[in-house]
């Protein structure tokens, strides 16, 4: 319906303007699977690789109803992310961190195209993040990502998170000056909102 489109499209609006100064607004389109007008593009593959077949579809979303807290820290972490990416060299930083933690993980990314999994990093930190400002896009994203990281995709194992978390808050620590232990209090806060979610799909 025309209300249903509306209410979309100032979600959209919402989105990227929350985000603006961590991505150009082409970037963000890309990333919202929309055109600069926000209207969806047909045949939507999503941002995140399926695992095999085709598209994910996305699945019905749970909305999260962020506490007072969870908002603090959202608007914290969403800050230095964008000081993050304002350094080139902050995901490959974080990749060389990972894949340093145990040969295994080494191992997975051997043959890895890592300019697109950087790109992809990127995208799912966005949304990792955003999700826990109680955002709907978000949520079906990571649903999404839920869906290819499961079992039935990449069968990324469940203990993994916590090491993947533990080496990004490594990576940004090195980047933010001043990252201290409320900050990375707030980034675990906000991180495990997502990783929750994605883990709920194993």
Request: glycine share 6%; hydrophobic share 35%.
């Amino acid at each position: 319906s025309d209300g249903l489109l509306r209410e979309r499209v100032a979600m959209r609006h919402q989105f990227i303007e929350a985000h603006r100064q961590i991505w150009p607004t082409r970037m963000l389109c890309r990333v919202l699977d929309c055109d600069l007008s926000l209207n969806v593009r047909p045949k939507n593959q999503g941002v995140f690789p399926s695992s095999g077949s085709g598209s994910v579809q996305a699945t019905q979303s749970k909305e999260l109803k962020p506490s007072a807290a969870d908002l603090e820290a959202y608007e914290l972490v969403k800050r230095q992310f964008g000081i993050c990416c304002s350094h080139s060299e902050f995901l490959g930083d974080f990749y060389r961190d990972f894949t340093g933690t145990s040969p295994d993980i080494q191992k997975a990314f051997a043959n890895t195209d890592m300019q697109a999994q950087k790109e992809a990093l990127k995208s799912g930190l966005t949304f990792l993040i955003m999700y826990a400002s109680g955002n709907t896009f978000a949520a079906n994203k990571l649903d999404r990502l839920g869906q290819t990281h499961s079992r039935s995709g990449y069968n990324i194992r469940l203990q993994l998170y916590s090491i993947w978390i533990d080496s990004l808050l490594r990576t940004v620590k090195k980047h933010v000056n001043g990252f201290d232990q409320v900050a990375e209090q707030a980034w675990r806060r906000v991180l495990q909102l997502g990783v929750t979610r994605i883990q709920s799909s194993y």
